[in-house]
């Protein structure tokens, strides 16, 4: 999808603070983090959301959960962070590429906005 912003990003063709990447999945700082660590987890191939995914794309979504806990791990936030993937506009998504949010570095409160 050429005019995805994020298949953009996964194929290097617009800049991105890499954290992490390998054949399924690449992992990059938000540009307007909501915390003082804020990452995005999204698979190479394009899906919209996490409502468009089907049975078959489990080990892809296992991938992309078990890429947030490593990365967590890893930039030290693995003591308190969220995992959040907003799915339509109404839930805030502004990208129609599915994504992880991992979100750390402060107190997360609860219910979220
Ligand atoms: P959503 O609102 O869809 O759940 O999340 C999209 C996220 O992508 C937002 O937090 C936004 O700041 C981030 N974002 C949008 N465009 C870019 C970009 O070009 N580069 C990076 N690194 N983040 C982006
Ligand atoms: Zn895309």
Wanted: proline share 6%; with cysteine; hydrophobic share 40%.
């Amino acid at each position: 999808m050429s005019d995805c912003i994020f298949c953009r990003i996964a194929a290097g063709e617009i800049p991105a603070q890499r954290v992490h990447e390998d054949e399924h999945v690449v992992a990059f700082h938000d540009l307007h983090p909501q915390a003082p660590t804020h990452v995005l987890i999204i698979p190479r191939r394009h899906l919209v959301s996490l409502h468009a995914a089907g049975d078959e794309e489990g080990l892809l979504l296992g991938r992309l959960l078990l890429a947030a806990r490593e990365i967590a791990e890893r930039l030290g936030i693995g003591t308190g962070y969220r995992v959040v993937t907003n799915c339509g506009a109404s839930a805030g998504q502004s990208v129609f590429h599915l994504h992880l949010h991992v979100l750390g570095g402060r107190p997360l409160g609860w219910p979220p906005g």
